[in-house]
């Protein structure tokens, strides 16, 4: 590595995490900045897309572009700037609430056009910002501000949702294993077409039930052997409600929309690419 190669603080903003002193989301920006390191984005072409939450801070904390949007919208927001802009690096950001609430039917959509960017979705199973609400993600066994006699909803199951939608890379990690983590970001920001990872992330200030200790209990990485061709097995694993498995969980290489866009212009023949025919309408 040469002198001029970027490093881990190279990708730190000024501005210091302000997260609750425990909060899991530490255990994911650090192995994220490692990643960005390790593949040496460039900041200045790497774009970090926000929701609403937590989570949705992310671009604050690092030294690349980044769009804070309105809630449940940072995937159609990211997709756009990697579809008009296929040059840059792109990286959504949310959490549960955000990206499986009011974001969630934007999930398929981006799946199936298999647009070239990551999606981090931090999942804590609370509304943790506004302090404690049940989120999409919370088991019926637990009690919050809006459930103070436990659940009456089945919660979704956010890693069978990425499969049944066909997300063309699918991966599952822990904060509470941070190491593992940047393996799974190099892997996924290196995969050519939409790559999602969930991240169960636990809320030590509004999540009381589902705790590091709780959580160390069921997580288990997938056999060194695990088949990411699989489909079919990775939604059995999805399935599994008594251990909470980690890692590369599925991927397929297919055509991403910006190489179907490519291919369509040349098919038309009669137009010099995409912002010409759009240029007609201005």
Request: aromatic share 10%.
């Amino acid at each position: 590595m040469s002198d001029t190669a970027l490093k881990v603080a190279d990708f730190k903003s000024d501005l210091k995490p302000i997260w609750c002193s425990g909060c899991g989301d530490f255990g994911v920006i650090t192995p994220f900045y490692q990643a960005l390191a390790e593949i040496q984005a460039v900041p200045k072409e790497t774009v970090i897309v926000s929701g609403i939450g937590c989570s949705g801070r992310f671009p604050y904390f690092c030294n690349t572009y980044g769009f804070h949007g309105v809630h449940g919208r940072a995937l159609p927001t990211a997709a756009g700037v990697k579809i008009s802009r296929p040059d840059l690096k792109v990286i959504a950001v949310g959490g549960d609430g955000d990206g499986l609430g009011i974001g969630g039917g934007h999930i398929a959509h981006v799946a199936r056009k298999n647009v070239d960017m990551t999606y981090i979705l931090i999942d804590n199973s609370i509304y943790g910002l506004t302090k404690g609400q049940s989120s999409p993600t919370s088991p019926i066994s637990m009690t919050s501000k809006t459930a103070p006699h436990t659940g009456i909803e089945e919660p979704l199951n956010p890693l069978l949702m990425f499969l049944s939608y066909h997300a063309s890379f699918v991966a599952r990690g822990y904060s509470g294993k941070p190491k593992n983590l940047k393996q799974l970001f190099v892997d996924a920001m290196n995969h050519k077409g939409f790559s999602i990872l969930h991240i169960f992330s636990p809320c030590v200030s509004m999540n009381k039930q589902i705790t590091f200790k709780t959580m160390n209990e069921i997580v288990k990485p997938l056999p060194d052997d695990w088949d990411t061709s699989n489909r079919l097995a990775a939604m059995e694993k999805a399935l599994d409600e008594d251990t909470f498995w980690t890692g590369l969980v599925y991927q397929d290489e297919r055509p991403t929309i910006n190489d179907r866009l490519d291919s369509l212009e040349e098919k038309l023949g009669r137009y010099d690419g995409l912002s010409e025919l759009l240029g007609q309408y201005k």
